[in-house]
């Protein structure tokens, strides 16, 4: 099935109250992580991160260092230096992105009636695009988890592309292959510089790189306490993202 | 009767035009931009000077000179345009503390229309 493109307008965001904090107690308890999408009124997905979530269930998370991000969605401004640091970063061409934000009109509220929210690749644990691609171009690290490119053995067929939920892969056309977010793994976490670029250069703290093995990340803590709901874009596709949001 | 007619007429045009001519005079004296836009430090950030200094009923000299000078963008020259400044006190700041005017802790893109907003007012 080709997933339909990310579309913000139509993205219900859950507002932090509309799961009570009981409840999200009682699913913390039963080993549920709460990464609730409204949709039509209805918690769609409260996803069991020992079980489901993660590949392996054994483990919980299932790489070392388990690499994610955590978006703080509302204090997203727009400013996009995000954006322009990951241009800078990783040659990024001015057709294609690794990261960008989307904007939608919120008419119907009495205050605030624009919201934003950063997308990147999801670094997913089940990746549709590692599936669909015939020549194992892109996979996911083992180590860290991350969904790596091999720009040789890309033929540009765009399997990826098309399975992606994200709408998180471009076709480069100076080096013929697809290209996408790899976290700055090439650029910077392999030299030894520990977040990334877009991270670093936002001036609002709206994306905390982390470890989501280490319990005493930023991006840990926050994925597992019970006062503000955090969530993940379509948590339908089945794929098990590791980019999560919250407000804060 | 008919020479009282075009004079009236005269007139009527007259005062039109003297309407308009001290109307555009006054909207040149209070600032020909009803909305500034700001792209420093950050893109973009919106002050609508026609609802503050109108709709609001502020009066002139609470802003000027005091927070800021008659001239739109001087304040992005300064160097403390930010929102340290603004937790001061200072600039939009003097207001926007949940008192006077909605708090800047949250609510973020009532001012801050970002890069997309600005694309749509076509200026760089």
Not at chain 1, 2 to 31: C, V, Y
Not at chain 1, 76 to 83: K, Q
Not at chain 1, 227 to 234: A, L
Request: charged share 25%.
């Amino acid at each position: 099935m080709i997933p339909k493109k990310l579309d913000f307008e139509n993205l219900k965001i859950e507002s932090p109250d509309s799961l009570p904090k009981m409840e999200r107690r009682k699913f913390l308890k039963m080993g549920f992580a709460v990464t609730g999408l409204l949709a039509g009124g209805k918690i769609l997905s409260l996803l069991s991160i020992a079980d489901e979530s993660f590949a392996s269930s054994k483990e919980q998370y299932p790489y070392k260092p388990h690499y994610s991000m955590l978006i703080y969605q509302n204090r997203c401004i727009d400013c996009e230096l995000c954006m322009e640091a990951c241009v800078k970063t990783n040659n990024v061409p001015s057709y294609g992105y690794r990261t960008t934000i989307l904007k939608r009109k919120v008419p119907k509220a009495v205050e605030q009636q624009v919201e934003f929210i950063p997308i990147l690749c999801n670094q997913c644990n089940r990746p549709p695009c590692v599936t669909g691609c015939p020549t194992k171009a892109t996979y996911k690290d083992k180590q860290n988890g991350i969904v790596m490119m091999n720009y040789k053995k890309c033929i540009g067929c765009k399997t990826c592309m098309t399975a992606c939920p994200y709408n998180a892969r471009y076709y480069n056309e100076e080096i013929h292959s697809v290209d996408k977010c790899d976290f700055c793994f090439a650029s910077r976490l392999s030299k030894g510089i520990a977040t990334t670029a877009c991270a670093e250069a936002c001036p609002a703290k709206v994306r905390i790189f982390g470890d989501l093995a280490d319990s005493g990340s930023e991006v840990y803590r926050m994925v597992h306490q019970v006062e503000k709901t955090v969530w993940v874009i379509r948590p339908e596709s089945g794929a098990a993202p590791n980019i999560f949001y919250t407000r804060g | 009767m008919k020479i009282f007619k075009i004079s009236l007429i005269f007139i009527l045009i007259l005062s039109g035009l003297y309407f308009f001519m001290t109307n555009s005079l006054l909207a040149e004296q209070a600032g020909s931009e009803d909305i500034i836009i700001y792209t420093k430090p950050v893109k973009a950030v919106s002050f609508n000077h026609k609802a503050h200094s109108e709709d609001y009923g502020i009066s002139c000299n609470i802003c000027h000179d005091k927070l800021f000078q008659m001239e739109a963008s001087n304040v992005e020259k300064k160097g403390d345009f930010n929102h340290k400044s603004f937790s001061k006190g200072k600039y939009c700041g003097a207001c926007h503390d949940g008192k006077k005017g909605f708090a800047m802790d949250k609510q973020c893109t009532r001012c801050h229309i970002g890069a997309k907003g600005l694309n749509k007012t076509g200026k760089k």
